[in-house]
């Protein structure tokens, strides 16, 4: 059975960019523009992608090695697109499929590969290319399509005469081809033109001559076909990006209070009647229940949020909140909080790499770093669990079931509260508390009567 492979293109200086760093890993909101693309080749069940470095290569291949199926291949000399990938010429077996496409592109859909491909397959076409039908097509190159609807050829703008240039169908620079058909094409390419580079878009004519057809497969959403060679051009895209997620959320039952002031990455799920206000962020892979309301001025990172929970003006990084739970104002939940139902962590109150158990109360002004808080606790304001030592090694704190810790107490990890123990306001704990205990440690208080007199 044929398979599919992708090869992207990302080997650019991307110049008009005018960074330091390689224009694939510049960001769209949160995530870099390589990313948006790989990801989509992987969500069209393209199983191994190759992507062609060139240019700082070393920053690019750093970013991706930890994904899987995604291969790095190093373009020493920049000489076009067609050269490009050639690189992969040695990764492609005769009977694969292979999609082809600038890693500029972060808008592409999963949908639109599949279709692209779908395309190709079913017409048995040595290949298609992928175009956009547009108003005013300015420098782009137009498709010219022959009698039968499939391609004949690309022509740049400045090669169109007056009818060619009326022409509103452009090349996107996405192609899908047969891998024999492309591999047998390399071969074929030549710098004989002003810039002295290989061309990939030679290779359909190439492809044509051998005595097959090419087809042409017309976008259905022509905001995907946006790349991005400046800054200018990335703030489009990036809000263009931004503006299709926030309308599939609403379309799904959310409510968004201002949407052009909410800001929402692309893997986000949120359940419906949840309402998010103002100012907020959710970003990565987060996931928020149903009926919540998020905001304003709030930040969620990779985060699981139950259902019936309130977030207000708090940040939220890689952590686990279940339902019924208030978080804030001005909390911050730092990664590996675990907490359970019904349970409030409140102003200016951060966590970080806990397990609270349900219905406990964290009010305000607390820190509890490396620790397991059982159900039912409540830790006054002003509370510390000091989780390092002079070592610089972290410890954990217990707080076991029913356990209540007095105002501006420091428990000295490691260390254990036992069930339905009480600390008194103001102590140091340094040891282990017994179940049902009472543990005061501070400092007899001594008062000098009329001392200032003296």
């Known amino acids: 059975m044929a398979k599919v492979k992708a090869i992207v293109l990302a080997g650019g200086k991307g110049t008009r960019m005018k960074s330091e760093l390689p224009k694939v890993l510049h960001k769209i909101y949160d995530k870099c523009i390589i990313d948006y693309v790989c990801d989509a080749c992987k969500e069209a069940k393209i199983k191994d992608t190759y992507v062609i470095v060139g240019h700082k ?9 930890n994904k899987k199926n995604i291969k790095c291949i190093l373009q020493k000399d920049q000489l076009g697109t067609g050269h490009a990938a050639m690189q992969a010429k040695d990764y492609i077996e005769d009977d ?28 048995n076409y040595g290949g298609a290319v992928l175009s956009a039908i547009i108003d005013h097509p300015g420098s782009l190159g137009r498709i010219i399509r022959d009698s039968f609807g499939n391609l004949n ?6 090669d169109c005469n007056e009818e060619e240039e009326r022409v509103n169908e452009i090349n996107i620079g996405v192609y899908c081809f047969k891998g024999k058909l492309l591999k047998d094409s390399f071969g074929k390419l030549d710098d004989n033109n002003a810039q002295n580079e290989y061309y990939i878009t030679d290779i359909p004519y190439h492809i044509k001559d051998m ?3 090419f087809g042409v497969y017309a976008i259905a959403d022509i905001s995907e076909y946006q790349g991005i060679n400046s800054r200018e051009e990335l703030s489009i895209a990036t809000a263009t990006l931004l503006d299709k997620t926030r309308k599939q959320h609403m379309n799904n039952g ?14 986000v799920k949120i359940g419906k009647d949840t309402i998010i206000y103002p100012g907020t962020h959710i970003q990565g892979d987060t996931v928020i229940g149903e009926n919540c309301i998020i905001g304003p001025n709030s930040h969620i990172i990779s985060s699981k949020i139950g259902n019936n929970v309130v977030v207000e003006t708090s940040k939220i990084t890689e952590s686990t909140i279940m339902d019924n739970c208030k978080i804030g104002p001005f909390a911050h939940i730092r990664p590996k909080s675990n907490i359970n139902e019904n349970v409030k962590v409140g102003s200016f109150a951060e966590t970080k790499n806990v397990n609270i158990g349900e219905n406990t109360k964290i009010p305000h002004l607390i820190y509890t770093g490396d620790a397991d808080i059982g159900k039912n606790v409540e830790i006054a304001c002003g509370c510390i669990t000091a989780n390092m030592n002079t070592k610089w090694e972290k410890n954990r704190t217990v707080i076991k079931d029913g356990a209540f810790v007095g105002c501006n107490s420091a428990l000295l990890a490691p260390v254990t509260i036992g069930e339905n ?26 008062t000098k009567k009329d001392y200032l007199k003296k």
């Open 211 to 213: 005595g097959y057809n």
């Open 421 to 446: 123990s009480i600390v008194g306001a103001g102590s140091t704990i340094t040891e282990d508390v017994p179940d049902n205990s009472l543990a005061i440690a501070r400092e007899k208080q001594i």
């Open 254 to 267: 959310v409510t968004l209070i201002d949407p052009s002031s909410t800001y929402i990455s692309l893997n």
């Open 96 to 123: 694969d499929y292979v999609f082809v496409i600038n890693g500029d592109q972060p808008l592409i859909s999963s949908q639109t590969i599949k279709s692209l491909i779908s395309f190709c397959k079913q017409g």
């Open 57 to 65: 290569h070393e920053m690019v291949e750093e970013h991706l090695k």
């Open 153 to 158: 050829r690309i022509v740049e703008r400045k």
